[in-house]
């Protein structure tokens, strides 16, 4: 790879192995309410430079059937520490990782990204379960 180059830095990044995030029963499912969780200490590695990025996560979600288990949350959040991934996909993977494990009604997660190099980055990334096919039909 020459001096310089992203080629190939994140080529395998959503096939990443991270922790499982644990969760509950939602005992309230009939019921549309929203979860927002803040995680100001957020950090993971710049892939390119090899220095720590700080960032604060932000997750809105809709919970369905499953609600997500805060201390496995923190150590799925830990794992990113020793993680070399850019800021772009930090966001996008723990947001496929979140989707899978508690397959939410809708969900928002929201990387504000300290300045580095004097620009600051804030990325969104969004789900949003589709209506049944039953649903969309009129009768």
Request: charged share 30%.
């Amino acid at each position: 790879m020459e001096k310089g180059s992203y080629e190939g830095l994140q080529d395998d990044i959503r096939e990443l192995k991270t922790p499982d995030i644990d969760t509950w029963t939602n005992q309230y499912r009939d019921r549309a309410y929203t979860i927002e969780m803040t995680i100001p200490e957020f950090t993971c590695i710049c892939p390119k430079t090899g220095l720590p990025d700080f960032a604060t996560i932000t997750i809105r979600y809709v919970p369905g059937e499953k609600c997500v288990e805060l201390k496995a949350l923190k150590e799925y959040i830990v794992f990113y520490r020793d993680v070399g991934i850019f800021h772009e996909h930090v966001v996008n993977k723990i947001l496929d990782d979140f989707v899978r494990a508690c397959d939410p009604v809708s969900v928002e997660i929201i990387g504000d990204f300290n300045v580095r190099g004097g620009i600051k980055t804030t990325v969104r990334a969004s789900y949003k379960k589709e209506a049944p096919l039953s649903d969309t039909i009129p009768a």
